[in-house]
């Protein structure tokens, strides 16, 4: 069964910290994105990566910045962490084909003091 | 770029009966996908339904139906006789036809929680 695990299922961090939310993958899929929930708002997409090393910004990129080494992992980072980042962070993946839907992880909901 | 619009932030069913959740949205493309994803309190985001542009027929999965109507950028989904597994958010998403280079991602709307009523 097609698996998206995120490293922590809940985060508590400090402004000013540099955050790091993990996303593996087992599918051997191309694509990964990362979406950020917030209520009344859904979910918008922060980045997204096609192929290792290679990376898209999504709608509401700014403070945030992505990595993804190996073709399992997609890593989103916050360089500096503010108030206003706190929220429910979801990590989803998908094959490279036309009617393939998108798979979840668990979320991270994080907080940021 | 497209937009997806859910006008009910909050809807309640009777347990059995059957509740419509509404959906809209904008794009300039004549071909893509559409998708009702749920939501519950476990926070895994699980694929309802999915319907493809280009068919005509409304897509069903066993006690949800969608109706979708191209020409109105309408994508409403019907739950029949509800049940309370039923109680999450719901989010309706949009998803262009051409899949390369990342294009596979997805735009939603705001969500709907519906709740039901034993």
């Known amino acids: 069964d097609v698996k998206v695990t995120q490293s922590s299922r809940y985060l508590v961090k400090r402004t000013g910290e540099k955050v790091f939310l993990e996303c593996v993958q087992d599918?051997?899929?191309?694509?990964m994105f990362w979406y950020r929930q917030d209520p009344g708002l859904g979910l918008r997409l922060i980045y997204f990566s096609y192929d290792v090393k290679m990376k898209e910004k999504g709608d509401i990129p700014e403070g945030y910045s992505v990595s993804r080494e190996k073709k399992e992992r997609f890593s989103l980072i916050l360089e500096s962490a503010s108030t206003n980042q706190t929220s429910m962070y979801l990590c989803?993946?998908?094959?490279?084909?036309?009617?393939?839907?998108?798979?979840f992880g668990d979320g991270t909901r994080l907080s940021i003091l | 770029a497209q937009t997806v619009t859910q006008s009910q932030p909050e809807m309640s069913v009777q347990e059995a009966e059957t509740v419509t959740l509404s959906c809209t949205y904008d794009t300039s493309e004549s071909d893509y996908y559409l998708f009702w994803y749920k939501q519950p309190p476990s926070r895994q985001m699980i694929l309802v339904i999915r319907q493809e542009a280009y068919k005509q027929q409304n897509a069903t999965e066993n006690r949800f139906s969608v109706n979708f109507q191209k020409a109105a950028k309408s994508f409403s989904l019907k739950i029949s006789d509800s049940q309370l597994g039923d109680a999450a958010m719901y989010f309706c998403?949009?998803?262009?036809?051409?899949?390369?280079?990342?294009?596979?991602?997805?735009?939603f709307g705001t969500g709907t929680r519906l709740t039901i009523i034993p």
């Open positions: 989803a993946s998908t094959p490279v084909s036309s009617n393939q839907p998108q798979h």
């Open positions: 599918m051997d899929h191309e694509n």
């Open positions: 998403a949009y998803r262009s036809l051409i899949s390369n280079f990342g294009n596979e991602k997805l735009t």
